[in-house]
Nanobody, 112 residues
Framework: QVQLVESGGGLVQPGGSLRLSCTTS????????MGWYRQAPGKPRELVAQ???????AYADSVKGRFTITKDNAKNTLDLQMTSLRSEDTNVYYC??????WGQGTQVTVSL
């Protein structure tokens, strides 16, 4: 059974940082395309960052230079380091694994 569990969300002030982690089980992690998506109420889910099976990261233009995605094949974890956070980064963030597997989501709120 595939399980993806996110952690690390919370409330942070603009300009601050947060680190999200996704712990996985039940997937061939080292070969899986993994990514982070986010979704605001009433809006479609959007890709934030992903790592392909070649371990090449890719980012949405809105987060380039601020977010860093890290895939640890030894620990089967996927992290998202977020810096210089803005109010528009407020969303529920979801971990994704190839094969249409999703975590339950973690809330990130950027506010004074």
């Amino acid at each position: 059974q595939v399980q993806l569990v996110e952690s690390g969300g919370g409330l942070v002030q603009p300009g601050g940082s947060l680190r999200l982690s996704c712990t996985t089980s039940g997937i061939f992690f080292s070969r899986a395309r993994m990514g982070w998506y986010r979704q605001a109420p009433g809006k479609p889910r959007e890709l934030v960052a992903q790592v392909t099976d070649g371990n090449t990261p890719a980012y949405a233009d809105s987060v380039k230079g601020r977010f860093t995605i890290t895939k640890d094949n030894a620990k089967n974890t996927l992290d998202l380091q977020m810096t210089s956070l803005r109010s528009e980064d407020t969303n529920v963030y979801y971990c994704y694994a190839g094969g249409d597997h999703w975590g339950q989501g973690t809330q990130v709120t950027v506010s004074l």
